[in-house]
Structures are given as C-alpha cells and as structure tokens.
C-alpha cells in the first residue's frame, strides 16, 4: 500500500514563498510519473505540476513560471517550490502518482494560505 506524507504547508503574504515536500513510501516512485494536485474550497482536485522518472517537467499554465517541481530518487521525495504566491494558490496540496493509480490512496495533505 502506497503512503504519501505531505509537509511544507503554511500562512503566507502574498508574492511569499514556499517548499512542499513529499515523502512516498512503496514501490511506486522511482517508476512513475509524480506530480502535485491541489484542492481549493468548494473546487474539484486539480493538477498543477508533474514530473517523470528522468526529470521532465510540466505545468499547469496558473502556476507556470512561478511553481517548481523536482524529486530525489534515492529518497522517495518529491517537492514543489512555489514562488510568488498569490491568493488563488489557497488550497490544500497533495502529491500522487500521475495519473492516480486505482485503488487511489492520498495523503493528508498540507494546508497552503495566501493571504495578507
């Protein structure tokens, strides 16, 4: 069973920064693709970055240019450095598989407030 701990999640001003970090436990990393969702109040689940085993990136374009993500192989993390936050990044931030592998099994996930 795959098991996904989330950390990083805080209060920030507005144009702040932050640093998720994923831990995942399981067989499931160093072979798939990983990326992080987030979910705003009263919105569907959404995927904002991924990245594959080798390294390559995407984005969704409401985070591009200001939202990194990376992974470390050998240790089963990946992360997501957010630059720039604005309001509308306010949402709880999980990471998975992409796509999520059945049956789906999240994490907690970590709390990310942008605001003044």
């Known amino acids: 069973q795959v098991q996904l701990v989330e950390i990083g999640g805080a209060l920030v001003q507005p144009g702040g920064s932050l640093c998720l970090s994923c831990?995942?436990?399981?067989?499931?990393?160093?072979?798939?693709?990983m990326g992080w969702y987030r979910q705003a109040p009263g919105k569907e689940r959404e995927l904002v970055a991924r990245?594959?085993?080798?390294?390559?990136?995407n984005y969704a374009d409401s985070v591009k240019g200001r939202f990194t993500i990376s992974r470390d192989n050998a240790e089963n993390t990946v992360y997501l450095q957010m630059n720039s936050l604005k309001p509308e990044d306010t949402a709880v931030y999980y990471c998975?598989?992409?796509?999520?592998?059945?049956?789906?099994?999240w994490g907690q996930g970590t709390q990310v407030t942008v605001s003044s």
């Open positions: 831990a995942v436990s399981g067989s499931i990393f160093s072979r798939n693709v």
């Open positions: 998975n598989t992409v796509p999520v592998i059945f049956p789906p099994s």
């Open positions: 990245i594959s085993s080798g390294g390559a990136t």
